[in-house]
Each structure stands twice: as structure tokens, then as C-alpha cells.
């Protein structure tokens, strides 16, 4: 008894009160003095469900409650002091969200808008209360701003900005191409948000090529069985511009049923992406996500055993898509047996200094069992 009477002394001359106050006191704001007071008190109350009901309330107060929850955090009551130090943070959280929205309905510096918006994105799901802002927000006259609360929609609240995203790629491209934006954002939410995915099978088709790249990597990040899905990203794989390419050959692989109609549309592309690249490390990554799909087929990518070859003599490849090649020829065991000439020179350290020649001889015996 004698340490909740210190406590509260301590308490009161923090806030400058002169009385105490009473814990069942529920007409009183959480934000009050006293009230506060209060609540610290009945941190270390008998009954769980009182000292429960005490932290619920004290996490929702305002910055008014965060000096006197620091010093109840510092006090010698073991449980009020641990759960006031646990109360701390989300008051601060809580405290930070609120000045965010503020900023980004009121700030008149645009750069101010778009910063706060994005550190509400950060926030998550603890930033549920600022989507009303944020989507008023994805109408902003500067691009940046709309981008940052477009993108943190996604964030704060999935399942409620959902149509707004999809309402948002249906719009018009036209300046800032807020369609590639919303996207990215559906692409962010997962595999909840494949309702979109009819929508972005168009986007993938449309001229903008942003908006093209974000909705092939959107799609592969939603995933599922839509029976458009595998037909869209296998064409756009072919697309003109190369980041395109690349991320429909990743969202290829990960779909979760794939047929052998993915086959022609891989080796097309394996066959186009022989040359130089300027970017070395994303190009191995990319024909590396193209031949570990082959191996996800198994016997069935047998017509790309060719291509596959292709890769291995390739010395661009060497310690990349090199291991992902002799995966894939395993993978697709006797019926690579086309392949067996050119592993049988990789077992006994012909090429590449012998640097592969363990993994060729696993894939000899995948291709060639041992008869019992």
C-alpha cells in the first residue's frame, strides 16, 4: 500500500495536481491528470482484468500520459512499472501516428505530405485510423505525395483499400501513371488482393511500360489459379522492354501450377538472353528463375534440354546460371540424356577448370541410374 501512495505522490508532482485520482473514475478522459494517475494506480491492481483494462486505456491516451508513464516505468512497483514501460512505446507510436495525419491534411510543403505519408505506410496496421487521410491524399496535386499515400494504403489497411487500389489501376494513366503505382501496392498486399488480378492481366497488356513492369511483378507476388494468369505473364515474356522480361519470367515461377505450356515461352527466352547484358548479376538471376521453372516441370521441360546446353557452354554463366542449368538437367533426369556428351566433359574437369564437376557427375547418375 505504502509504495502505491509514493507512486502517486510522485505522479502528482509530475502534473502539478493537488488531488488524487480515482481509478474507476470513467467519466474522466484517458488525457486527464488525474485520470492518468488513475490508470498508473490501477497498473498494480488486484485483479487482472483491472490491470488490464487499465493498460488498454492508458494505450490509448495522448502525449499527456507519456511523462508520467515514463516515471511510473522507473518505480520500485515491479508490475506497474513493467507494464508502464511496455505502455511507453505504443504511446509514442500512437502520438507520432496522430502528428502524421496532420501533416498530411494540413502541411502546405509538399515534401512534408509525402514523407508523412510514407512513415504511416511504415507503420502498418498500428496506422489503421489514418487511411481516411491517406486515400484523400492519393488525389494530391504532386505526384510524389499521391505515390507515397497510394502505396500506404496497401499498408495500413489491406483489406479495406483493396477496391480503392483496383478503382485506382482501372483510372487513367495520364501524368505520374498512378495505375503502376497501385500495382505496386497490390502487389504488396499478396495474394489477398486476387480480385485484382483481372485488372493487372490488363495493365500488363496496356502501352505504359512502368505500369507494364509493376503489374507483371504485382502478378507474380499475388499469384494463384486464374486461368489468365499463366497466359498474360507467358506472353510478356516477349514484351519489348527488358525489365518487363525479367519480372514475368520471375512471376512465372511463381505460379503454383505450372503445365508444359510454359515451356516454348521459357525457351524463347533463354534463347534471346545468350548475349551481353549491362547488368550481369540480374541477368544470371533471371535466367537462374527461368531454368529452376524448367525444373519445377521435371521430365516435361524435355524440349528444353537444347537451350540448356546453350547456358552450360556459356562461360557468362560460370558459378550462376550454370548450377541452376545442371539443377534443371537432373530435374528432368532420363529424358535429358541428350545432355550426357557435354556432362560427361564436366565430370572429368574438361571446362571450367572442373569447378562443376561433382555436380555433373550427380546429374550423370540422375540421367543414367545405376541398375540394382
Not at 118 to 139: D, I, S, V
Not at 236 to 243: F, G, K, L
Not at 260 to 289: S, T, Y
Request: charged residues 25%.
Amino acid at each position: 500500500m505504502l509504495r502505491l501512495i509514493t507512486l502517486t505522490i510522485v505522479l502528482t508532482n509530475v502534473l502539478g495536481l493537488t488531488g488524487m485520482a480515482c481509478a474507476d473514475d470513467a467519466t474522466a478522459p484517458a488525457n486527464d491528470p488525474q485520470r492518468v494517475v488513475a490508470l498508473i494506480r490501477q497498473l498494480g491492481a488486484d485483479k487482472f482484468q483491472d490491470r488490464e483494462a487499465a493498460s488498454r486505456a492508458l494505450e490509448a491516451a495522448g502525449a499527456e500520459a507519456l511523462e508520467p508513464l515514463r516515471q511510473a516505468a522507473k518505480g520500485t512497483d515491479l508490475e506497474i512499472a513493467r507494464r508502464a514501460a511496455e505502455i511507453v512505446p505504443i504511446v509514442e507510436r500512437n502520438v507520432e501516428i496522430a502528428a502524421l495525419i496532420q501533416v498530411v491534411a494540413r502541411d502546405t510543403e509538399w515534401t512534408k505530405r509525402m514523407d508523412a505519408a510514407e512513415k504511416l505506410g511504415h507503420h502498418g496496421k498500428y496506422a489503421a485510423r489514418a487511411f481516411p487521410m491517406l486515400l484523400a491524399a492519393t488525389k494530391d496535386e504532386y505526384p510524389l505525395v499521391s505515390y507515397a499515400a497510394i502505396k500506404a494504403l496497401g499498408r495500413v489497411d489491406p483489406k479495406r483499400a483493396l477496391p480503392e487500389l483496383i478503382g485506382i489501376a482501372q483510372g487513367p494513366v495520364g501524368y505520374g501513371s498512378l495505375p503502376g503505382v497501385a500495382a505496386i501496392a497490390l502487389g504488396e498486399i499478396g495474394p489477398l488482393a486476387r480480385e485484382a488480378v483481372p485488372v493487372l492481366v490488363e495493365l500488363l497488356a496496356g502501352k505504359d511500360r512502368f505500369v507494364r513492369r509493376e503489374s507483371a511483378l504485382a502478378l507474380g507476388l499475388i499469384g494463384g489459379n486464374d486461368a489468365r494468369l499463366a497466359p498474360a505473364l507467358l506472353k510478356a515474356t516477349s514484351d519489348s522492354e527488358q525489365e518487363v522480361r525479367y519480372r514475368a519470367v520471375e512471376a512465372v515461377g511463381r505460379l503454383q501450377e505450372l503445365t508444359a505450356e510454359c515451356v516454348p515461352a521459357l525457351i524463347d527466352f533463354l534463347q534471346k538472353h545468350q548475349g551481353p547484358e549491362e547488368d550481369l548479376f540480374r541477368h544470371n538471376a533471371v535466367v537462374g528463375a527461368a531454368l529452376q521453372t524448367l525444373g519445377r516441370l521435371g521430365p516435361r521441360a524435355e524440349k528444353a534440354v537444347p537451350v540448356l546446353l546453350t547456358v552450360l557452354k556459356n562461360e557468362r554463366f560460370i558459378n550462376g546460371a550454370h548450377v541452376d542449368a545442371l539443377k534443371t538437367l537432373e530435374l528432368i533426369g532420363p529424358a535429358a540424356k541428350e545432355a550426357v556428351p557435354l556432362l560427361n566433359d564436366l565430370a572429368a574437369g574438361r571446362m571450367y577448370g572442373g569447378v562443376y564437376r561433382n555436380k555433373a557427375r550427380r546429374v550423370l547418375e540422375a540421367i543414367r541410374p545405376r541398375r540394382q
